[in-house]
């Protein structure tokens, strides 16, 4: 700060006191003078506060990255009508919140269906130019319809975000072969989620039924981690799958058993299914024994003979051949042999019958398929917590055959089931860090605050207070230098002369005018102890 009396202007050139000279008699006004220490005081609590203020602003975090100007606009608005506090960056532009909130605005954005990266189909519809060309329509339709799909798919609680991209040839009359439509289908799952096989055949049906002649086939969906998801999966794969459903089932079929009765933390159960994973074909025929039937039957009879019965048939002169008696009766005794074989006395009449019959027999076909997965074996172990009384042996028996229903225990498939009441170990509490915990931060938040406006008023505001009281109290000195150079020369000056200084009156006045006259011109106070050293010297 200047002094009272100011130091004269030599030459045309101006120095740095005379620039600044308005200001110094800005603060010579003598309420100014007087208000400089209360001036201080002020400023050196706004410096505090100021610092407070800075430490205890929680950190800022940004919502979303790269968001478009539409989807800030959304979110900045969903924000502020759910009353979170946020900030807009000036130099990127991103929407952030404080690291308390970020979570909950997330949430809440969420919940909202926000961000919208990407535009609706009606948007992409209704920005279509009139008299697009055909190609450019065609492209906007087909960018609309995979926005749509990509938002259908995002509604399945697994998904995240989705992206579609549909490829099919334009009808040409000079192709015989069209091309095949196709699909790909990128995903991105929620963190530690996976799609099932059921989504998966879904999501493919879903595209699939947006074209036509896209088959479901023809659609590839791939997961953020590069992943193939719509491969179909291997043999290996589906046993392994359905030997996870078959221990699953059990599982679950345990824990409706045993929870009610000892406690969800009670019991811990574990379930082995061995499977039988060849697949076997066997075809037998049989034929029982007396089973046949008479299918048809076809015959011609020829009788021959005349009034004393048939004629002898067969080899002449064969008995053997002889055919038998008619069976009527007749008065007339019978003819000898030797006469029939000589030849019968009159000319019979003759016949024959002919018979053609067909039998079925019975026959047995029987095919024995055994599919792949068949259930060999089931082997279950569950631990029962020990309490402080033990189990005895009829509790653990009545417990075994609960199991054994629960599960459909078969012995003669060489099921097992163990069961055993021990002691569990409790599992040691995890605590989190000091430093983790929620409220480490909003201390340490305050403590900053505090330490920053501390510093800032002991290292800026005490000596900033401190240098405008000895401002002050110059310029009263100056005003008292002042009123003694009134009375010593009668009326005001603006330069101190050594003759000023020798006609002082006492020894307070002029040790007031030499301080003045060294702050005035130090050089020539320089001077002039330098001379009266050199007179003392030749003295």
Do not use: C
């Not at 002369?497 to 020798?502: A, G, P, Q, R, S």
């Amino acid at each position: 700060m200047a002094d009272l009396i100011p130091m004269p202007v030599t030459g045309s050139r101006l120095t740095m006191t005379d620039r600044f000279r308005p200001v110094r008699s800005f603060f010579d006004q003598p309420a100014v003078r007087g208000a400089l220490p209360a001036i201080g005081g002020i400023g050196a609590l706004a410096i505090a506060a100021a610092a407070w203020f800075t430490f205890q602003t929680p950190a800022q975090r940004p919502v979303f990255d790269s968001l478009p100007e539409s989807d800030k606009a959304a979110v900045a608005s969903a924000l502020d009508t759910s009353g979170i506090a946020y900030h807009v960056d000036s130099s990127t532009g991103a929407v952030t919140v404080a690291d308390s909130d970020y979570h909950r605005a997330r949430m809440l954005l969420a919940g909202q269906g926000l961000p919208k990266a990407a535009p609706s189909a009606a948007s992409q519809l209704s920005a279509m130019p009139m008299g697009a060309s055909r190609a450019v329509e065609g492209e906007t339709l087909k960018s609309a319809r995979e926005a749509d799909l990509s938002r259908t798919i995002e509604a399945i609680d697994v998904v995240k975000s989705a992206r579609v991209h549909l490829a099919s040839a334009d009808p040409s009359p000079f192709l015989r072969d069209e091309p095949k439509a196709t699909a790909s289908v990128m995903l991105t799952l929620q963190p530690n989620r996976d799609l099932t096989s059921a989504q998966v055949r879904a999501i493919q049906h879903l595209v699939a039924s947006s074209l036509p002649d896209l088959n479901a086939e023809d659609v590839s969906i791939v997961d953020q981690g590069g992943k193939l998801v719509s491969a179909a999966d291997g043999m290996d794969d589906r046993n392994m799958a359905l030997q996870n459903e078959i221990e699953a089932r059990a599982r679950r079929s345990l824990a409706a058993l045993l929870s009610p009765l000892v406690g969800v933390d009670g019991y811990t159960a574990e379930v082995h299914a061995d499977l039988d994973l060849s697949e076997s074909q066997s075809t037998r025929e049989s034929y029982p024994k007396d089973d046949r039937a008479l299918r048809s039957e076809v015959g011609v009879r020829t009788v021959a003979g005349g009034a004393n019965g048939p004629a002898a048939g067969g080899i002449p002169g064969a008995l053997s051949n002889t055919p038998p008696l008619a069976a009527t009766a007749s008065t007339t005794p019978p003819v000898p042999v030797a006469a029939t074989a000589a030849g019968p006395a009159t000319t019979p009449a003759s016949s024959e019958e002919n018979y053609n019959r067909s039998f079925d027999v019975g026959r047995e076909i029987s095919v024995t398929h055994q599919p792949v997965g068949r259930l060999k074996r089931l082997s279950v172990a569950v631990a029962i917590k020990a309490g402080a009384k033990p189990r005895t042996a009829a509790e653990i028996a009545q417990l075994d055959s609960l199991v054994k229903g629960a599960i459909g225990f078969d012995a003669t498939r060489g099921d097992t089931v163990a069961i055993a009441a021990r002691p569990f170990i409790e599992a040691a509490e995890v605590k989190p860090a000091f430093y983790e915990a929620p409220w480490f931060m909003p201390v340490v938040r305050q403590v900053l605050a505090i330490l920053g406006a501390l510093l800032a008023f002991f290292l800026i505001g005490r000596p900033l207070k401190k240098m405008m009281k000895n401002r002050a109290a110059r310029t009263v000195e100056n005003d008292k230098i002042a009123g003694e150079l009134l009375k010593v020369t009668g009326a005001p000056q603006r330069e101190i002369t050594l003759e000023m200084i020798e006609a002082a009156p006492s020894y307070e006045t002029k040790a007031n005018l030499v301080r003045a006259f060294v702050r005035q011109d130090s050089v020539k106070a320089a001077s002039v102890v330098r001379e009266l050293l050199k007179d003392g010297a030749r003295a």
